[in-house]
């Protein structure tokens, strides 16, 4: 499955943006989906993340209450809303996709098979 995020940009803190998942070559709502993001000199961290059937979502403690993460598999598509931003949520955002079935290590990047190419998030003080 291919995967191609978009909506990353400038924002003053406190503001929000709407990073958007397209994923094309596979039956999507076969795979759970994942956002991580990776700020520079540091790895790659877990943010959210949805179940095949979009019927679970996960997060990281520091978002929860200002993410929010959903799909429409009919659109093929998987959305990150990030609200309230804050400095030390700048990093580079990436969408990530994997079979469907065991999911309780929905936090280990190397559990995922297919990645986009990122999208910035840079965040104003």
């Known amino acids: 499955v291919q995967l191609v995020e978009s909506g990353g940009g400038l924002v003053q803190a406190g503001g929000s943006l709407r990073l958007s998942c397209a994923a094309s070559g596979r039956t999507f709502s076969n795979y759970a989906v994942a956002w991580f993001r990776q700020a520079p000199g540091k790895e790659r961290e877990f943010v959210a993340a949805i179940k095949w059937s979009g019927d679970s979502t996960y997060y990281t403690d520091s978002v929860k209450g200002r993410f929010t993460i959903f799909r429409d598999n009919a659109k093929n598509t998987a959305v990150l809303l990030v609200n309230s931003l804050k400095p030390e949520d700048m990093a580079v955002y990436y969408c990530?996709?994997?079979?469907?079935?065991?999911?309780?290590?929905?936090?280990?990047?190397?559990?995922?098979?297919?990645w986009g190419q990122g999208t910035q998030v840079t965040v104003s003080s």
């Open positions: 990530a996709a994997r079979w469907k079935g065991y999911y309780s290590d929905y936090e280990i990047p190397g559990r995922y098979d297919y």
